[in-house]
């Protein structure tokens, strides 16, 4: 299992946690980034993290083209 793997079953196991708890998935969500970026800061810098979560921001559409692809 690779750690992309792991990470994605991490969080699926934490979702359920959450509906069990009752609380809201999208705020929760937001909390486990907010605590993922947190956790971070500890071994990088803000504007070497910033620039890795502006690169997620603007990849997240999956239909979107990107000029470094090849067709």
Known sequence: MGV????????????????????????ALRALLSAVVECSRAGRGAADLAAELQFLADNLDDERDYGFMRP
């Open 4 to 27: 992309h793997q792991w990470a994605r079953q991490a969080i699926e196991q934490n979702l359920q946690g959450v509906e069990a708890q009752s609380f809201d998935q999208a705020m």
